[in-house]
């Protein structure tokens, strides 16, 4: 697979990646003191989850491969729908 090719399954992936760990930094950064122990501590796993997609996102554009990277597509997506269960979990706390 060339890098062109990899670069355009991994740009989507990165841009949802940042754009759901952005803001879960900065409302970790800007409401830590306000909220409980449980709710900074679910914020926390959400951000490293989120961290962790965008690695990957990144991984796939950075690696060579033979094959499309699905073991690594599907990971983010299972990360992306793991952060949203857990900010249901959160917004219950």
Known sequence: ???WKRWRIAIPLLGLSLLLFVPAVFG?????????ATYRTITAFICLVLAGCV???LS???KKTED???L???LVAVGILATCGLAVVRRSV
């Open 72 to 74: 690594r597509i599907g």
């Open 1 to 3: 697979m060339s890098a």
């Open 55 to 57: 690695g990957i996102s």
């Open 60 to 62: 796939i554009g950075i």
């Open 68 to 70: 499309v990277p699905w």
């Open 28 to 36: 970790a950064w800007a409401w830590w003191s306000e909220n409980s």
